[in-house]
């Protein structure tokens, strides 16, 4: 069971089931057999159509930043505002925020290729933010990175989770999963093997997500529904 506002690594080696497990949740893929449950209802049982509503729940940071090259900073962000639906007025007052929480509102006009690693993937967190979701998945986002870079990333997840936000990190970061001391669900060939807690972190939170580990080869997810926040 994942708990709101937990912060969970998913460990484990190459095709394991980490980055399969976040594109479940996401529905990006569909599972061959079992149920998917993400806020209340299965994903894999839901039309197409309704997918996209799903996903505007969940940020979403993928392994290769995949930034638009001929974009702004700013213009990276927005992007995923106006897909969703949002206003130039409502895009901007959120921008704002979200620049200065990345840490990037000197940079707002540079282009990807005038960016260190760390500042791209800070600009794809940044992306992944600008629709306030109360779900982020992040799928190695330390991988290509140096040390000093990924504590300066995982600083910025943390700073995020501790505002309310659930992060789930998929990371064979292992020097850095130690340092922050969060819980660690370790995956082997599609199923859970261990599942290191730290109940002390987390004080009778509300259940949003639970992780069952079947007899056989699949995985479930299960979610209970939250009320969700109102547009701002």
Not at 117 to 146: C, H, S, W, Y
Not at 167 to 183: C, F, N, P, T
């Amino acid at each position: 069971m994942i708990e709101e506002g937990e912060f969970v690594f998913l460990v484990g080696k190459t095709g394991a089931g980490k980055s399969t497990l976040l594109k479940l949740i996401s529905r990006e893929i569909a599972p061959e057999s079992g149920t998917v449950m993400v806020d209340g209802k299965a994903v894999n049982k839901q039309l197409a159509f309704f997918i996209p509503n799903l996903r505007r729940k969940m940020g979403i940071v993928p392994q290769d930043f995949a930034l638009l090259p001929k974009k702004t900073v700013a213009e990276n962000i927005a992007y995923a505002s106006r897909a969703a639906g949002k206003t130039k007025r409502q895009t901007r007052r959120r921008m704002a925020f979200i620049l200065f929480g990345i840490h990037l509102d000197h940079k707002m006009n540079s282009f990807p290729d005038e960016l260190s690693g760390g500042e791209k993937q800070r600009v794809a967190i940044g992306r992944a933010l600008i629709n306030d979701p109360p779900l982020l998945l992040a799928d190695e986002p330390t991988g290509n990175l140096d040390p000093e870079h990924s504590m300066e990333v995982m600083q910025l997840l943390m700073n995020l989770n501790e505002r309310g936000t659930t992060v789930i990190v998929a990371s064979h970061d292992m020097m850095v999963i130690e340092q922050l001391g969060k819980r660690v669900i370790r995956i082997d060939d599609g199923k859970i093997i261990s599942d290191t807690k730290f109940p002390e972190q987390f004080a009778n939170p509300e259940p949003t997500i639970e992780l069952v580990e079947n007899p056989g080869p699949e995985l479930e997810l299960f979610t209970q529904p939250e009320e969700e926040d109102s547009d701002v």
